[in-house]
């Protein structure tokens, strides 16, 4: 049996039951994860171009002494809002962006697992940033930074409604990466297509179980702050104000035992794609899979460890700190261990140095010198030296940008032609990858240096006499060759969707994982016969025969669920229809949300349309085809790791 | 003047010698690294489209653990250094040692050179003095929300935090002039929270107290008087101190001897005549925020006000 888009009777039949509704339905009521997926990665895209133009303002506004471009009230709105949009609205949900579309498609699934909630979480995604940006164009923005640290963000020294907008925010897009991490850790324990034992889990997948494992410890730790903020401020609960007994330290702990996993739920995904890469485009089995996988998880671990050294200046005992000097220092050996991986990988491997690979180069470059700078920044004496200064925004933006940025733009070039069914421009794309990478280092090379000569950060200017001028000109030059490549790759995206190309083909980079062994883009309903997994690399693996799943009808919505260790089979279940009524559950939530930063009555009130909707969405469904049906297990022909295929095997 | 790279204190130059074992460290593991990446870059393109991997799985799995364990050791030797350098940056000599009290407000700085007799403490505000070669004790806390005191050239920073008081030690090796700033985000002026210090001989320095403790001097002629008329019934003194006078204000610095600072509004502006009475007619105009309103005053009252403010040396 082989595996493509072959038009033929049951194709159709599983496109049918599969497909979104049509018209504005398809707006209101689609649960394909691929549709979700695409409006995920596009939302984040978006916020990230907003992010932006705050940044380019922000370079414009810092490149003399005393620039009276934007006053302090303003930038410091702008500052705030940059960090918060690129934290939480573009990086961790352009990370699960690509997970809710590839997750499925590369362990052989028809769908996500609970696509209804996946549709949910987008709104609540979508409606929390706009509810960011509309407030920031009413001029309540939040202005006390990401980190929005009390005193400074209770009501005494921020009276306006600028901080509940900072903390409502938190609760929007906790709620919605919360319960993609809930879908995707099921949809990669329980739909796997036969075969993927748990030590064939591709790289990218496990990468984003672990970061939805994470997801799961860390997000609740600042929900509860956010949610006692707002408290703080609405009812006076008195959970951080000093003047009543409250602990201003307290909210340090809280945020940091969140925030620093949180650059982890970031990067650790941005590795996956590296590992995603490497191989693709050394044409080679991962070396040291298994050392990749527990180093990713073996960083998961760690990275809660490490918050306090975000306070090695508030003044904590030495040998306390010391502790968290060394677990952040060796937080270095499992990044180590991945990057000798993607050495020996490529180093034994056939390399094709295509744009994709080329964003992974970039990666190495600036990744590096990112996590040696944390080193520096995990010594406490060091660390309060550069604390707050631009050497800090220096070393998280070449962790970040190098980490997961310039993965994801590899990502995006590799991906694409699976998801669009056109390649990006190879040449273009070269230009992008040349304007990013210079601009980059011109824009944050020089921070390193102006932090060392004491520029401290979120300052909206600085006096001449200190000599920081001609440093900052060449970071916001810099910072214009970036937007330059930003807008060129628009251009490529945007001007494909106008000119005729090739078609791209099912596997253009001649891949090993399942997403490639469907059609670009996927049909609805992905596989009409899933591909089971012969190896790490199915399409590697498997060749000449792919031996597929069959037996799964197609007249309805059926999956194949499988047992979490060795993935066989369990029994069929029926999933749900499109329906409307996660947006109306994400319309109800927003009220509830944006209305408590007004008047603790709206949670009160606005409970009942949320209670309402939700009755709407879990209304019992008549039995019949509904729900689980049991597997009809004839035979099992899988092939066990290190057995060849058997040829033709069917399930 | 406000520099991590030009240590002017033995915890500066220990922090100092850190960084540059982490740098040289860095620069070294940087290179190794990235060769890496290239010459398995070289050898993985020239390899033709039939060609096998020769490479045998076993002897690249002893190369990731040579480079693992290479990880492990440079690391360990980091974290050594590095505590090893916090012990000498936090050790404590209390005999014969400065102390001050730090209290930050949004935004400026006050200080209280702290003294067994209560008549001998000297308070001001936005600029500290130094004896060269005697420890100093800075204890810190905030009366609002968490700024952060940082003098890169004699110490790493340490956060006032309010509700808590914490100390650090910093000791001056050599007489000069520095700049410390508000190291955390503050609010709308945290950029123009900066203070001045000033490192002197220990004679001079002991000078330096004598003449802060002092009250103020009375005004000399007319127009000084009006000055401080107008100072102590217009709104001023509602917020300032000025020892010696009716204005006893706490909730803004100390102007007892205002005009013998290097800088005004907290690093802000030079400390002269003209840029004096600039910032008292319209403070707003300089540092957007800040807690002083402007002062609508006429010409005749600003000049008297200027000319008394001359007066405080």
Known sequence: MTIGHVVDGDWQELERSWADPSGWRRLTSSIDHKTIGRRYLITAFAFFLLGGVLAAVMRLQLARPGHPLVGPDLYNQIFTTHGTTMMFLFAVPVMQGLGIYFVPLMVGARSIAFPRLVAYSYWMFLFGGVFLYVSFLLNAGPDVGWFSYPPLAESLYSPSKRADVWAQLITFTEVASLAVAVSLITTAFKLRTPGMTLNRIPVFVWSQVVTSFMVIFAMPAVMLASTALILDRLVHTHFFDVEQAGDALLWQHLFWFFGHPEVYIIFIPGSGLVSTIVTTFSQRRMVGYLAVVLSLVSTAFMGFGLWVHHMFATGLPQLGESFFTAASMMIAIPTGIQIFCWIATMWSGRIRVQTPMLWILGFFGIFIAGGLTGVMLAAVPLNTQLHDTFFVVAHFHYVLIGGAVFPLFGAFYYWYPKIAGRPLGERLGRWVFGLLFTGFNLTFFPMHVLGLHGMPRRVYTYLPELGWGPLNVVASVGALLMAAGVVLFLVDVLALGSRATADAGANPWSAGTLEWATASPPPPGNFLHPPTAGGREPLWDNTPAQPVVTGLRTDIREVLVTHVLDAEPDHRQRFPDPSAWPLLTALATTALFVGSIFTPWAVVWGAIPVFVTLVGWFWPKSAGDAGTQPWPIRSRTLPRPGEAPAAGGVL | ?313
């Open chain 2, 1 to 313: 003047m406000q520099s991590v790279l030009r240590p002017a204190g033995p915890q500066a130059s220990s922090i100092h010698g850190l960084w540059l074992l982490m740098l040289w460290t860095s620069a070294v593991v940087f290179v190794v690294v990235v060769g890496g990446v290239l010459l398995a870059l070289a050898r993985g393109t020239r390899r033709g489209a039939g060609e096998t991997p020769t490479t045998p799985d076993s002897s690249l799995h002893r190369g990731i653990v040579i480079s693992t364990v290479a990880t492990t050791v440079v690391l360990i030797a980091l974290l050594t250094a590095s505590v090893w350098a916090g012990r000498g940056v936090a050790s404590q000599r209390a005999e014969a040692a400065v102390s001050i009290a730090v209290t930050g407000h949004q935004w400026w700085w006050e200080f209280e050179y702290e003294d067994a007799l209560p008549s001998r403490r000297v308070l001001t505000a936005n600029e500290l003095h130094l004896p060269t070669g005697r420890p100093v004790v800075v204890k810190v806390t905030s009366r609002d929300v968490i700024h952060s005191f940082w003098v890169p050239n004699l110490q790493g920073k340490r956060d006032l935090i309010p509700g808590m008081t914490t100390a650090i030690w910093l000791q001056a090796a050599q007489t000069g002039r520095f700049r410390g700033q508000c190291a955390e985000f503050c609010g709308l002026q945290h950029a123009h929270m900066a203070f001045d210090v000033v490192v002197e001989p220990e004679g001079q320095f002991e000078h330096w107290l004598d003449q802060q403790r002092a009250p103020a001097a009375s005004p000399a002629d007319g127009l000084a008087s009006r000055g401080l008329e107008i100072f102590t019934t217009q709104r001023c003194g509602r917020c300032h101190t000025i020892r010696g006078t009716d204005a006893a204000g706490q909730a803004a610095p100390d102007l007892t001897h205002m005009a013998s600072r290097l800088s005004l509004a907290a690093g802000t502006l030079p400390n002269s005549a003209p840029h004096r009475r600039a910032f008292v007619s319209d403070p707003q105009a300089t540092k957007p925020g800040t807690q002083m309103p402007s002062n609508p005053f006429t010409d005749q009252d600003l000049a008297a006000l200027t000319a008394y403010l001359d007066t405080l040396q």
